[in-house]
């Protein structure tokens, strides 16, 4: 049986500011969903990027695959930047996600996996972002069109 993967990351971050207001991300939620098949190869989830303060940027990258008839297993990785510019090359951390989300009942609620990002230089040190994933696993039938 075909799987029904939905779900959302959510980006909270801080661009620590010295004399102004910190500033944090307004457009932080990023939904997904995506139809994962038996015996079907690892699947790519596009995640936008999360920008704020005119200097970060988070990027998630995702991928599922089933590792049964009723279990999706989630990897990828989180990573950082902060510059120049939101669209600055300078990444200052990334985090490894890998997860299992069994199927969602309604004693099984969604699964949820957080990670933590920190810059780790002297100057911006107190610019992070913590990423929040939430992942529904339900099963569908899956049409075949003869």
């Known amino acids: 049986m075909a799987r029904l993967l939905q779900g959302n990351v959510r980006v909270e971050g801080v ?9 944090h991300p307004s457009d932080k939620l990023r939904d997904f969903q995506i139809v994962l098949e038996p ?3 690892e699947q790519n989830i596009t995640v936008a990027p999360v920008k704020w303060g005119g200097e970060c940027r988070v990027e998630v990258e995702l991928n599922a695959r089933l590792v049964d008839q009723s279990t999706a297993k989630i990897t990828g990785q989180a ?29 099984t609620p969604p699964r949820q996996h ?14 992070s972002a913590e ?16």
Do not use: C, K, M, Y
Not at 131 to 146: A, E, M, Q, Y
């Open 131 to 146: 990423v929040f994933l939430t992942v529904s696993n339900r099963r569908i039938d899956v049409d075949d069109d003869d």
């Open 39 to 41: 015996g079907q190869p």
């Open 79 to 107: 990573r950082f930047f902060e510059g120049a510019s939101e669209e600055t090359g300078e990444q200052e951390d990334t985090e490894t996600i890998d997860f299992v989300v069994p199927r969602t009942t309604s004693t």
């Open 114 to 127: 957080h990670v933590s990002l920190r810059n780790t230089v002297a100057i911006g040190a107190e610019d």
């Open 15 to 23: 661009d620590h500011e010295d004399f102004t207001a910190n500033e």
